[in-house]
């Protein structure tokens, strides 16, 4: 892994390319979508004012979905490490999260709940909210919290798509660990996942039964169209003409039963095209991307300032909510998303490094694992690196040299160690690498050099120096 000029922030924040102008744009339509909800409740009327505010909210739901597959697949066949990946998508989701759940259950909740201090640091629903909302779980409630607001006890309900965000995720990890994101096999996966999308859309009822696969299914149609328009991007052109053909087909198809799959790929073809024209504003570029910002924190500050004013109108509430939402955004994106996408890559080689080190003690502790014989559980372990160096310590009444560093060797044991001191001619013990195992292993070998003859007790350990022998004089 390195670092390369497309990992720079300075990159990054300067292509040409709209993504981040329209994913910001998206996330102010779902914004004011949602904040129909905070006034409405979750099930308004079937007005046709607020019944398209609410399509709306599903269409910019599912642009954000296809801006998604595509950018995914772009990251992935750049640089197919699934391991800075998975950091790549950990700091991008779950940090700001976990802020914005602090500051919501610890700063805000306090102020806007109908309990007491003591009960509210008391109940056990505080306590858990943080953990699981950090990894987008929106049905935890804060005690006492908006409990009288039209929506119930939402906190923040507008992480329920998260969810799905984070199985295409993982989807999409899988799908390159198998090496299946080339040219020649997506077309065989993604056209099985259509077909079970088919199959299960307009042959089983299994769509209007469970509401997690109506969506997750939705959701992931559009992705999938994200995937196929960045995979195929030399075969499918991104034009004008290819968007007056697919709004045609999703406004032939708006009254019969195959309409939303139109829909979905005309949402998604526009944005796209449109996203990958070159840059319409440039300069906005370079200032950040805040679209994930105002998903995360409009939906807290519409019923804050719903339970602070009850009677407020639709339209005032949103000449609140975007600008405070759209201010929120911009701190969080220069104090916690840019410099934490920023390190990403030096995260992931921090995360590498450790994970490296544990399975490196891992072998090691292992290697040197004790393997004693059946037969005799006091013997002296098997090491299966025959040769280390070992240092010896005597006591200090012995009458031989302290510190002594001998050549010895592990061995089985029933094998002999030397049975004396006494020196070959010319006093000079070698310590061959061969004998010391790996090359780290040298690092500790010696050479002592001693006068002929057994050792005498009257030299000190002072007088011998390893590695430059005894001293000059003759020793007795």
Not at 373 to 383: F, G, R
Request: aromatic share 14%; charged share 15%.
């Amino acid at each position: 892994m390195r670092i390369t000029e497309a990992d720079s922030p300075a990159t990054d924040l300067s292509r040409d390319d709209n993504f981040k102008l329209m994913r910001l744009l998206t996330a102010l339509v779902v914004a004011a979508t949602h904040s129909l909800w905070v006034v409405y409740g979750l099930h308004p009327s079937n007005d046709w004012p607020l019944n398209l505010l609410m399509q709306a909210s599903h269409c910019g739901i599912c642009i954000f979905f296809g801006f998604s597959g595509y950018l995914i697949t772009k990251s992935l066949s750049n640089r197919p490490d699934l391991f800075r990946y998975g950091v790549a998508r950990f700091l991008r989701i779950c940090p700001l999260l976990f802020v914005a759940s602090v500051i919501m259950a610890f700063v805000v909740g306090p102020l806007v709940s109908e309990l007491s201090f003591h009960d509210y640091y008391g109940d056990w629903r505080l306590w858990a909210y943080v953990p699981f909302s950090t990894f987008a779980y929106p049905d935890m409630t804060l005690p006492g919290v908006f409990v009288n607001a039209p929506s119930e006890s939402e906190v923040n309900i507008s992480l329920w798509t998260l969810r799905y965000e984070l199985i295409a995720y993982a989807g999409m990890a899988l799908i390159a660990a198998l090496g299946l994101l080339g040219q020649r096999f997506v077309w065989v996966w993604a056209g099985a996942a259509i077909f079970a999308y088919a199959v299960i859309t307009y042959l089983t009822p299994l769509r209007s039964e469970v509401a997690f696969l109506d969506h997750g299914l939705r959701f992931g149609f559009a992705f999938l169209m994200g995937i196929l328009l960045f995979s195929y991007r030399h075969i499918i052109p991104l034009n004008f003409f290819g968007v007056v053909f697919v709004v045609g087909l999703a406004w032939l198809t708006n009254s019969s039963g195959y309409m939303e799959p139109f829909r979905i790929i005309a949402l998604t073809y526009t944005a796209i095209w449109i996203a990958t024209k070159p840059a319409l504003m440039q300069p906005f570029n370079r200032l950040g991307d805040f679209s994930y910002g105002v998903f995360v924190f409009h939906w807290p500050i519409a019923q804050v300032v719903l339970q602070y004013n009850p009677a407020i109108s639709y339209p005032e509430l949103l000449l609140n909510v975007l600008p405070l939402a759209l201010m929120m955004a911009i701190l969080s994106w220069y104090g916690i998303e840019r410099p934490l996408l920023s390190s990403k890559t030096l995260i992931a080689w921090r995360l590498l490094g450790v994970w490296s080190g544990l399975r490196q003690f891992g072998r090691r502790a292992i290697e040197v694992m004790t393997v004693y014989p059946e037969d005799d559980l006091t013997q002296s372990p098997v090491i299966h690196e025959p040769h280390r160096l070992q240092r010896e310590t005597l006591p200090h009444d012995s009458s031989h040299i302290e510190g002594v560093f001998k050549a010895t060797a592990y061995h089985p044991p029933h094998s002999e160690m030397m049975p004396d001191r006494t020196l070959p001619a010319g006093g000079h013990v070698p310590a061959p690498l061969s004998q010391f195992g790996r090359q780290s292993d040298t690092k500790i070998a010696r050479e002592v050099s001693l006068p002929r003859g057994p050792v005498s007790s009257s030299i000190s350990a002072s007088q011998i120096s390893p590695g430059r022998g005894v001293p000059p004089r003759r020793l007795r």
